[in-house]
């Protein structure tokens, strides 16, 4: 167990739709991130917050936006959905401002599949 | 721009035997690499972080080597188990963010018993 949760564990919509995907981090890790894996994709970096404040960001559509809340809790925002959102959406944490030096602990992830 | 490859898409050994696991970076020059483990459905595992200035990295049957000169990692799991059965990741920092990582696209690898 990574200790960081991710709800719901599958979430099934339709095009056009807007869903929220939620986030706890470890217990104590200040830094949380967002990817997305799709089959042909692989693992994609979306978005990283540290501490409330957005600090890097990826290839991450407009139509997606992310925030980090007080509790260090996390939700990511996709909205005007396609069919080529469908994926697993992954979030991760770690201990401090992130970077090639520190662990990154994955939950289980929330696949998004779009009808 | 920066590039990672990871070794054949998919690699079967024998229980028993070492398996190996190339992961071949261009253009850059990253400080430190990482090796995760993903099973299907399930998050990326953090198995080992290796340093540049650390030749040799090793957790009980995982070793791990960062070539820096060759811009290549090797992964090593030693006598093999149907249970080390998943796809293995590396990961280096993303090239102008230091904060980043970059995951290479993966080894899937099947231990036959």
């Known amino acids: 167990d990574s200790g960081v949760t991710q709800t719901p564990k599958h979430l099934i919509t339709a095009t056009g739709q807007r869903v929220t995907l939620r986030c706890s981090p470890r217990?104590?890790?200040?830094?949380v991130y967002w990817y997305q894996q799709s089959l042909d994709q692989g693992l994609q970096f979306l978005i990283q917050?540290?501490?409330?404040?957005?600090?890097a960001k990826g290839n991450i559509l407009e139509r997606f936006s992310a925030q980090q809340f007080p509790d260090l809790h996390s939700e990511l925002n996709l909205s005007s959905l396609e069919l080529g959102d469908s994926a697993l959406y992954f979030c991760?944490?770690?201990?401090?401002?992130?970077?090639?030096?520190?662990?990154?602990?994955f939950g289980d992830g929330t696949r998004l599949s779009i009808l | 721009s920066q590039k990672i490859e990871q070794n054949s898409e998919a690699l079967n050994i024998q229980e028993g035997k070492t398996a190996t696991l190339t992961c071949n970076y261009t253009?850059?020059?990253?400080?430190?690499l990482q090796w995760y483990r993903q099973d299907p459905g399930r998050g990326p595992v953090f198995l080992l972080l290796?340093?540049?200035?650390?030749k040799e990295k090793r957790k009980e049957r995982l070793k791990v080597t960062f070539d820096t000169t060759l811009k290549q990692s090797l992964f090593h799991i030693t006598a093999s188990q149907p249970a080390d059965s998943a796809t293995y990741l590396c990961?280096?920092?993303?090239?102008?963010?230091?904060?980043?990582?970059?995951f290479g696209s993966g080894t899937q690898l099947t231990v036959l018993p």
């Open positions: 290796i340093r540049e200035n650390e």
């Open positions: 990961a280096l920092p993303t090239s102008g963010s230091a904060r980043q990582l970059t």
């Open positions: 917050y540290y501490n409330g404040e957005e600090r």
């Open positions: 253009n850059y020059s990253p400080a430190y």
């Open positions: 217990s104590g890790d200040l830094s």
């Open positions: 991760a944490s770690s201990v401090g401002v992130g970077g090639g030096n520190q662990p990154q602990h």
